[in-house]
């Protein structure tokens, strides 16, 4: 059975007490997939609400039926966090119950039962684990890992499924854009409308939006920003990331009322930013206070956080020159910091593999 062959493999590579790396060239990593050892899967029906224990299984093709709730009506979400590596070898997950309760909130907003905090929380680390030669030396990247949840029962009429799957699976990754962040603001396309799921990280809330940034990437620029859909007024959002500026002493970001992914790294932004010393206010943001701030920058797990080095919208064009020593820097470092276990966790936001 795969968990005794498992077995077998982890006491092999842990017992030796030495570490085991995949063939994995760590700098040319990119945010792409590597196909990696294994993947974590519970099932769960609707009638009992309760994921069964799960199983790990070998990384590959999942079988599902043409009418399933994830195929046909897009009933799913998903998440992301990321293992580092510390320098003695240690792996530390980080903030994994963020990511366990936002899955419930967006698992009670799609009618899907969830696993509970612990069973995410232990497929996660299970995930881990069996991956554990794929997760990248000390400062050379992180091992992703992307847990699904989704309906995978068979429906032809609209309504939840009936039956449900969780999957982790896990690809070790590199930075998400390598390039300097160049910015459209998007001023035609929504990304979300109050009432819809923007809060959520539903399945559906991201293919929507690949004709504008491929549009934007064919006109040369990184990515997108996109606007608020009520107004067209405030900036919101980027294709997969959260979005700060800076004035002052003031960092300010869009508040996250439901049109807005409450990202776990753009909390911990703020929440670090606060104990620097910085007022952070969470508030309407409108376009203009862009083309009068000192610095923006982008968050994300998979973006972690990254400078903006221009924004253009409606053809005009603002470059942020930064000074020598960029606040952007300054968070960065602290929070990667944290996340590889170079400074003192005093937040309490790491877990132990
Ligand atoms: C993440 O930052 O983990 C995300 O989920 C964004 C993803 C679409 C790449």
Known sequence: PVTTALENYESSIYSSGKTEYANVNWDELGFALTKTDYMYVMNCSKDEEIFSEGILTRFGNIELCPSSGILNYGQGLFEGLKAYRKEDDGILLFRPEENALRMKMGADRMCMPSPTVEQFIDAVKRTVLANKRWVPPHGRGALYIRPLLMGTGPNLGVKPASEYTFLA???????????????????????????????????????????????????????????????????????????????????STPTAHGTIL?????????????????????????????????????????????????????????????GEEPVAQKLHATLTGIQTGLIEDKMGWTVEV
């Open 169 to 251: 699976y896990a690809s070790p990754v590199g930075n998400y854009h390598k390039s300097p962040m160049n910015l459209v603001v998007e001023d035609k396309v929504c990304r979300a409308a109050p009432g819809g799921t923007g809060g959520v990280k539903a399945v559906t809330n991201y293919s929507p939006i690949y004709k504008t940034l491929g549009q934007a990437k064919a006109r040369g620029f990184t990515d997108v920003l996109f606007l608020d859909a009520l107004t067209g007024r405030n900036i919101e959002e980027g294709s997969a990331f959260n979005i700060f500026i800076l004035k002052g002493n003031v960092i």
């Open 262 to 322: 409450p990202g776990i790294t753009r909390k911990s932004i703020i929440e670090i930013a606060s104990t620097l010393g910085y007022q952070v206010e969470e508030r309407d943001v409108p376009i203009e206070e862009v083309f009068d701030a000192e610095e923006v920058f982008c968050t994300g797990t998979a973006m972690v956080l990254k400078s903006v080095v221009s924004i253009t919208y409606q053809g005009k064009r603002i470059e942020y020159k930064m």
